[in-house]
T-cell receptor
């Protein structure tokens, strides 16, 4: 049972345009959400996070939006760059416990020059 | 500061064998987690160790086990390998393993079971 769902396995975007990656979750105990980026042959690296007390968090070209009532979050990348081409994992945590991160299956983003 | 180091990088085993994977966390990090990555399942949590104690465990059979040493290095063992165990095994470390600490991942060990 996937508690964190990324329904789009892949996404292609032109350089300079906006990339929007979506994520849905089912467990209402999740209260902290993260995005990780993974290049081939490397481990995932942390990108951005958001607490459930917020609905938006911004870091440079990356913005994460959280809609708690819909149990939905999205990652916006503006403008998209070829170096952003990677697999993006949505992740969720119940911060009441120790570290046990639930990841989605990932969305492969391709930014076309 | 050196990152998370995982060895070996690649492993090929046959069904029924056992395998041990190693992970050295970032210096000063005391929490080590293990994840299995497969194409259809994404990253799935195996277990987390802190100060040589397993604090959390995912939904994997008992064939999957781990341990952590006093220097925070960790090993993961899979016994009686099955074809379905073929995956990328990722180790991640964090300072004290609080739930919302960001994880620092190694490059993984790619295990192929034939």
């Amino acid at each position: 049972d996937q508690q964190v769902k990324q329904n789009s396995p892949s996404l292609s975007v032109q350089e300079g345009r906006i990339s929007i990656l979506n994520c849905d979750y089912t467990n209402s105990m999740f209260d902290y959400f993260l995005w990780y980026k993974k290049y081939p042959a490397e481990g995932p690296t942390f990108l951005i996070s958001i607490s459930s007390i917020k609905d938006k968090n911004e870091d440079g070209r990356f913005t994460v939006f959280l809609n708690k009532s819909a149990k939905h979050l999205s990652l916006h990348i503006v403008p998209s760059q070829p170096g952003d081409s990677a697999v993006y994992f949505c992740a969720a945590i119940n911060s009441g416990g120790y570290q046990k991160v639930t990841f989605g299956i990932g969305t492969k983003l391709q930014v076309i020059p | 500061k050196a990152g998370v180091t995982q060895t070996p990088r690649y492993l090929i085993k046959t069904r029924g064998q056992q395998v041990t994977l190693s992970c050295s966390p970032i210096s000063g990090h005391r929490s080590v987690s293990w994840y299995q990555q497969t194409p259809g399942q994404g990253l799935q949590f195996l277990f987390e160790y802190f100060s040589e104690t397993q604090r959390n465990k995912g939904n994997f059979p008992g064939r999957f086990s781990g341990r952590q040493f006093s220097n925070s290095r960790s090993e993961m063992n899979v016994s009686t390998l099955e074809l379905g165990d073929s995956a990328l095994y990722l180790c991640a470390s964090s300072a004290i393993g609080n739930a919302n600490e960001k994880l620092f991942f190694g490059s993984g060990t790619q295990l192929s079971v034939l």
